[in-house]
């Protein structure tokens, strides 16, 4: 605790005891029984609270003068009901009822449910705390960072139909991504489930990079697109070269490319995670879920066309590579 600290209790437990002392005084001024000049009492009471409240606040901040004038109030409330005569009566035939065993096991069972349900209320508002908490890191670490479409390149389906190339506005170092990458994956206990083939970039995003080779951004609006026009089907039968497309309420989520199946073992699939880096593991081991479907294209690659490069599905794909855009449509 620094000195402005033990400076606002000071302040604080002053200005309270200040006013108990002209309020126990002002009380013993106006006579001892408790029922005479209650309106008095209760106006006077009243007065020196906001009298130092008003104090503080004009010695320091508003927040000490409203702490102060809760605490004072509190007390000063809390010894002018103990001495309500009402009150005490109630109070008297309470412990009179709680004497009784019926009533002492029916406000056990009465806590005890109240303590059940608070319990799930509270579970349930910590549960969804925690995962709009989750889902707000995973949006910052998944999701694509501010971008624009490019001019430097165009791609279409097989179709002609244009796809909208990104490109992020201010691309971050790879370094500033490895925290979180770290700390992602070891809070969802991956770190042991996948092998690392690149580290994390903003140049492209896991449609990016299965469909533009890792050069560019693409959203999952285009990736519908793409499995219509460049001809992919379904297939239960995966094999290595095939797409994985995973999905999350019913919108796509995550592109990934199978690398190994075998009868009896797992699929193994290798991807780019958001801004993270490249991935190969099991199909059912990500991120997004385990609703996915594998699609076969009879074409070479998986590359938009009016794109090229050495290593079409590579997230180190030389951007040199692109095709130049064209002046006009």
């Not at 560019?216 to 994985?244: M, Q």
Request: hydrophobic share 40%; charged share 20%.
């Amino acid at each position: 605790m620094d000195s402005t600290d033990y400076f606002d209790q000071f302040i604080v437990l002053a200005a309270v005891g200040f006013g108990l002392l002209l309020v126990g005084g002002t009380n013993l001024a106006l006579g001892a029984r408790s029922g005479r000049r209650f309106a008095l009492r209760t106006g006077v009471n009243i007065a020196i609270c906001a009298l130092v409240a008003v104090g503080v606040s004009e010695i320091a901040r508003g927040e000490l003068a409203a702490r102060a004038a809760m605490l004072l109030g509190g007390l000063v409330l809390t010894i002018t009901l103990s001495n309500s005569e009402w009150l005490q009566q109630r109070l008297v035939l309470l412990v009179s009822l709680l004497l009784r065993p019926s009533a002492r096991w029916g406000l056990l069972t009465v806590g005890g449910l109240a303590l059940v349900l608070g319990s799930v209320v509270a579970f349930e508002h910590a549960d969804s705390e925690t995962l709009e908490q989750q889902t707000r890191e995973l949006e910052a670490v998944l999701g694509p960072p501010p971008n624009a479409p490019t001019e430097r390149a165009r791609a279409t389906t097989d179709r002609g139909t244009r796809v909208v190339l990104k490109e992020p506005l201010n691309p971050r170092d790879g370094s500033d991504l490895a925290e979180p990458e770290e700390k992602l994956l070891r809070e969802r206990k991956l770190t042991t489930q996948i092998i690392r083939n690149s580290a994390p970039t903003d140049t492209s995003n896991c449609h990016g990079w299965v469909f533009t080779g890792g050069q560019f951004l693409l959203s999952p609006d285009d990736v519908e697109l793409i499995l219509k026009e460049n001809g992919y089907a379904e297939t239960n039968d995966p094999r290595p070269g095939d797409v994985a497309i995973y999905r999350q309420n019913g919108g796509i989520s995550h592109s990934a490319l199978v690398r190994y199946a075998s009868e009896g073992q797992p699929v193994m699939v290798e991807g780019k995670w958001g801004t993270l880096g490249v991935y190969l593991h099991g199909v059912d081991k990500s991120l997004y879920g385990t609703d996915y479907t594998f699609y076969r294209s009879p074409r070479q690659g998986h590359v938009l066309a009016g794109l090229s490069g050495a290593n079409a599905n590579s997230a180190t794909a030389n951007p040199s590579n692109v095709i130049p855009a064209a002046s006009s449509d």
